[in-house]
Nanobody
């Protein structure tokens, strides 16, 4: 089973930047894609970004295009989410998840991290 651990969250000013990390261990080869999701209080968990481990390709939710960048380091089995130009609307608990095929729905994933909190406020 794949184990996922997020890190890098914190409090940041509007317009600032953060880089989130998702470290993986266990049966990594059973997963082909890694995605970031986020959930704000009182709202459903929503898709943010996706990257394919086997093959080129990334996907972004419309509101983060041009501001967020998802990337990976295969040598360390780590996926990153670089977040720039942050706004209060980005405040949420951010999760990473791995699955065996492409999906932008929470239903497509069975392996999840515990989450890391991102708060954008002055």
């Amino acid at each position: 089973q794949v184990q996922l651990t997020e890190s890098g969250g914190g409090l940041v000013q509007p317009g600032g930047s953060l880089r989130l990390s998702c470290a993986a261990s266990g049966r990594i080869l059973s997963s082909s894609v890694t995605s970031w999701f986020r959930q704000a209080p009182g709202k459903d968990r929503e898709f943010v970004a996706l990257i394919r481990w086997n093959g080129r390709g990334t996907t972004y939710e419309d509101s983060v295009k041009g501001r967020f960048t998802i990337s990976q380091d295969s040598a360390t089995n780590t996926v990153f989410l670089q977040m720039n130009n942050l706004t209060p609307e980005d405040t949420a608990l951010y999760f990473c998840a791995r699955g065996s095929q492409y999906s932008t729905s929470t239903n497509g994933y069975v392996s999840w991290g515990k989450g890391t909190q991102v708060t954008v406020s002055s």
